[in-house]
């Protein structure tokens, strides 16, 4: 599908491909990873759901929650500019925005969260939500979750084991304590167990027992609300209210992570914390990436108590940028369209309508091991065997890289990376939902007649999967059965067929 | 001055301003301060130098370096606006904006400083900073001056005294040392020491060795190529490359901070660090608040060999924001403002006659002790004593609290709080500058008449003063002579006399 470039900003495509990947090598750091890195896409334009290249090409977006409104929505571009024009200055001044857009946020949120500071991205956000549980505690310890990713500053890497499973011990942060994520699919604790949300939560409790013994003090237990990088994990209900009791009986607070999965992206509610039920109100929740639908922005909620305690420390919290007009303006315009256009139910909507359509896939395709989601948030878990649960690392790879050759954008994700990751743009829609789905189906089928996968025992496997144990050191980086390694892409794949050409062509 | 407000976007002005307040007091944090807390300030609009209140009320803005080019520069805000129509998303899509913006950038700074991450604060920048220097070394312990401010996240909180001083030693991170500021007025080393540039660097030669002893290891010295938050301080020239040469003798490397002062301010260069001399070239320069006029963007640039370093650890560095298309348009557009309107030119030429008026104004007056700047970044320290350089810190309040009045903005800032700091935006002019100087002409005699200074005896003080030694004791907090606490303001001010009425009225 092709669209006509706007000729009056034309300037967007400026430098031939070639010369742009060049000038990237040259001046950007390398550890600055890009999209399909053997053939990288040039983005020039954006709308809705929708990308384009720069010849035109159009592709369909199912990964960017940052344009949590659509690509480029008239309304945000209009707040924005209109704002910019005229004012644009730091929140030691009074301005109208900044308290209008705290008081609405607030709407959103439990009562007892009603304290805001604003700030300039997830990370800062979650390094802020770490000061004010150490100022409001007193305590120096953090609980976080396995494969959690937190942020890319400093104090955030310490806590991100998604991060810093590859550091030695020696370089890891001694106050940090990692809990055993809340997967039904692939935890400890499976969909078999009795009470995996109990099972879970008594980890921490255990955790919180050992830190006493050596002398540690718990500030704060930390999650993502569902685990987004860790590969799109949704906690059972109850988990979070049992863990927060923990938390709090030891002096701790706890930190609700919602840069990801916030905004009414989960259909049902609004937070993704509230799908553990009324009875769980967060200390602090962190907020990012959809927040400004990609205009540089963040916020830190919390309650009374913790902001007092923070402020009684006498030092000052200044953030140049944080909470600025501009920024306030176009947070606003955010909110009143996902209620203006109903984006929340939306995501209800065709998120389940999205849910529905690769549950038919599971029933088609061996190699989809668990579908799992909530709203425009779902994860697509691809295993070479149901029992084992053998991450289908290279297949996921396969999947995506295929995908974008259909001019399709999905991401997979998760300790494994065999996690199919779709997170699109809320407007998002069924037709949408059925273009991506019929993809994945014709590839799977193509993958799993080149692997020898065939569904015929599928009733037999369903029955053994109900007595699943934990795998035995399956770490999805094998690469036998025709799998071969990208050149240039740093992904293993498998060969090309007859077919992968044509889809290619 | 009265401004007649765009009567289209009166929207501007929505609340009342006491509804506000009292919303700004029950959402935002209050560790957030807000200027003249007794009697904030409502800004709706800005244009240049010039930031307008609810009323039209124009006032004169020394203070803000983040509106660089302007309180919303045009072409900024166009630039802004049109890419924001266009396409706003990650850079794990090739964009132009990107690679020439990087490309622009890097064309300011000496060729060995190539390589450049895009993140969205000065306090990202800052951290980054320390991660580079910390993977590129293998070392742990930063050096940081006296007085420093570098941001606000936990890891810049420890590095900077401007904030920890308030904290115990058991808060403090072992692995930091403070060198003394090189102040050459109120420092260890003074302007009549024959070497302040090695006296200074051996202090920081004296620390390596301590560290050393103690088996620590120098992963970095990070200071602010002229210290802001710290007193507006100028190192002395050569001191930059003293202290490089033993930092990295000792393993370690060297951070500029030009999120202050950077952007061509300084007026002789377009970075600070230049000031020091050709020979001088850090390892890391970290960008921020002028960088996009005001849009959350920053910057850290470093050395291939740095940036290949900190690769080899095989950890991704991923910035949701950072160098998105349209934070790199807006600085795009900065620095083709910068150079259109050559506004470097003008802060060397307009700071210059800043300078000299306020050199004038120290002839006449006592409370002046020292003035220091270069281009558009000047301060002006007051003192009760210019033998003791008593800090008149209470005087100085009052001469920004009467300032505004006069619907001028400046601050004061420095350990004593006693430092007027200009940092206008680079479109000032000598009108400007006469008209700031002339207030506090008028606010100062005032003031010296309320206090009993006379400059009868200035001969013999300032032969007096080549012979000082360094000051006992003095905190600056002292409110006697007149002088007693304003109410609500949480400052020292004079008591008013009949002129201060008369300001006010």
Chains 1, 2 share one sequence.
Request: hydrophobic share 35%.
């Amino acid at each position: 599908m092709f669209f006509q470039l706007d000729s009056d900003k034309m300037s967007a495509a400026r430098l031939d491909k070639k010369k742009t990947l060049d000038l990237r090598k040259k001046h950007i750091g390398p550890s600055c990873k890009i999209f399909f890195s053997h053939d990288p896409i040039k983005i020039v334009q954006a709308k809705g759901q929708y990308m384009y290249d720069e010849t035109g090409q159009r592709y369909l977006d199912c990964i960017n929650n940052v344009a949590h409104v659509g690509h480029c929505h008239s309304d945000v571009v209009k707040a924005g500019a209109q704002q910019m024009e005229l004012l644009n200055t730091n929140s030691r001044f009074l301005h109208d925005n900044l308290v209008q857009y705290a008081q609405k946020l607030q709407a959103t949120l439990p009562d007892k969260l009603s304290v805001c500071y604003f700030v300039n991205s997830g990370s800062e956000a979650n390094d802020l939500a770490l000061r004010l549980a150490w100022q409001y505690t007193g305590h120096k310890d953090i609980i976080t979750l396995e494969n959690a990713y937190h942020g890319h500053v400093s104090s955030l890497i310490d806590i991100s084991p998604y991060k810093f499973h590859q550091l030695s011990d020696a370089e890891r942060n001694q106050f940090v304590h990692v809990a055993p994520s809340p997967d039904v699919y692939r935890g400890k604790y499976r969909a078999d167990h009795p009470d995996p949300a109990t099972a879970y939560a008594d980890e921490v409790k255990g955790i919180i027992d050992k830190a006493h013994e050596k002398g540690g003090k718990i500030a704060a237990f930390i999650a993502e609300s569902l685990q987004s990088c860790g590969g799109q994990v949704i906690p059972p209900a109850g988990y979070f209210q049992q863990v927060a009791e923990h938390v709090r009986k030891a002096g701790g607070i706890f930190i609700s992570d919602e840069v990801q999965v916030g905004f009414g992206r989960v259909g049902t509610h609004f937070w993704a914390f509230q799908l553990q039920g009324e009875d769980f109100v967060p200390d602090i929740v962190t907020m990012g990436k959809p927040i400004g639908n990609g205009h540089p922005m963040s916020c830190v909620v919390t309650t009374r108590e913790v902001a007092e305690a923070f402020m009684s420390s006498g030092m000052e919290y200044f953030n140049t940028f944080g909470g600025n007009p501009v920024s306030c303006a176009i947070g606003l315009a955010v909110l009143d369209v996902i209620e203006k256009e109903d984006l929340q139910g939306n995501a209800l909507r065709v998120g389940g309508y999205l849910t529905s359509l690769l549950e038919k896939q599971k029933e088609k395709h061996l190699l989809i091991g668990d579908i799992r989601g909530c709203g425009l948030f779902v994860g697509v878990e691809l295993v070479r065997d149901r029992l084992k649960l053998t991450p289908a690392t290279a297949e996921a790879q396969e999947v995506i890289y295929q995908l974008k050759e259909e001019h399709v954008l999905l991401s997979a994700d998760g300790p494994h990376r065999n996690v199919l990751k779709f997170k699109p743009p809320m407007c998002f829609t069924t037709e949408d939902a059925d273009l991506v789905v019929e993809k994945i189906d014709l590839i799977l089928t193509e993958l799993e007649n080149a692997l020898g996968l065939k569904m015929h025992s599928i009733s037999n496997v369903e029955k053994e999967s109900s007595k699943r144990k934990p795998p035995i050191d399956e770490n999805g980086h094998q690469h036998d059965d025709g799998l071969v390694q990208r050149k240039g892409s740093g992904q293993a794949a498998p060969q090309q067929t007859k077919q992968n050409k044509r889809l290619k062509s």
